[in-house]
């Protein structure tokens, strides 16, 4: 079955760097749109980046010329390089695969950005 798992969160003071991580598994990889989301506690949870299985890329503006979405397809892996961060960006990242009517999510990341 389709698996993804993210790495690569964690505490990071302001104006500091994070690279997530999310390994797929048990799909063709590069037929997928691949995208970070994430979610903080009592809000939806929000598209931070994506990118297409053409390697188009969307970021929501809060994150624009900060964040990098990227995929290496040989590796079945997205990444997500997260620089400038900032206490706003604290939140559980999700990695999402999505191809037709399909989607699927993993379990999550914690990015804490604090002093």
């Known amino acids: 079955q389709v698996q993804l798992v993210e790495s690569g969160g964690g505490l990071v003071q302001p104006g500091g760097s994070l690279r997530l991580s999310c390994a797929a598994s048990?799909?063709?990889?590069?037929?997928?749109?691949m995208g970070w989301y994430r979610q903080v506690p009592g809000k939806e949870r929000e598209l931070v980046a994506q990118?297409?299985?053409?390697?188009?890329?969307k970021y929501v503006d809060s994150v624009q010329g900060r964040f990098t979405i990227s995929r290496d397809n040989a590796k079945k892996t997205v990444y997500l390089q997260m620089n400038s961060l900032k206490p706003e960006d604290t939140a559980v990242y999700y990695c999402?695969?999505?191809?037709?009517?399909?989607?699927?999510w993993g379990q999550g990341t914690q990015v804490i950005v604090s002093t």
């Open positions: 999402n695969a999505a191809v037709t009517e399909y989607r699927y």
């Open positions: 048990g799909m063709v990889f590069s037929m997928f749109d």
């Open positions: 990118i297409t299985s053409g390697y188009r890329t």
